[in-house]
């Protein structure tokens, strides 16, 4: 299944309007991260392995420059760097994230 947040593509299975998945779908499973193999957003790595049927690439330290993670309410592409010193919520809309996203980095960087 694929929806658009704010014109880019979020790929994962049973997508809400705002990137919620089958997997994650609380009020603040909102964020999206963008594969390193693909250059695409999933809703989360079990998407990712259930739609493309392989392992979801974290992204690598030496693409730190680049949006990986996307808020799922107003589509701002964020680092690893600011996803990750952001308190919990979206440096643009302020909508709050799920803190325990945080457990799952090793899955989306390197």
């Not at 193999?37 to 392992?55: E, G, K, L």
């Not at 330290?61 to 701002?76: D, I, L, P, Q």
Request: a neutral charge; one cysteine or more; proline letters at 6%.
């Amino acid at each position: 299944m694929k929806i658009n947040v704010d014109h880019t593509p979020v790929y994962g299975l049973d997508l809400d309007e705002k990137s919620r998945c089958q997997h994650y779908h609380t009020a603040v499973d909102i964020i999206s991260n963008a594969c390193a193999c693909c250059d695409s957003f999933y809703a989360c790595a079990r998407c990712h392995q259930a739609v493309m049927n392989r392992p979801f690439q974290p992204f690598p330290a030496s693409r730190r420059k680049e949006g990986c993670v996307m808020c799922g309410n107003c589509g701002y592409k964020m680092t690893k760097e600011v996803y990750q010193t952001a308190n919990d919520q979206c440096p643009e809309c302020d909508h709050p994230f799920n803190p325990n996203c945080k457990q799952h980095a090793k899955w989306y960087f390197s």
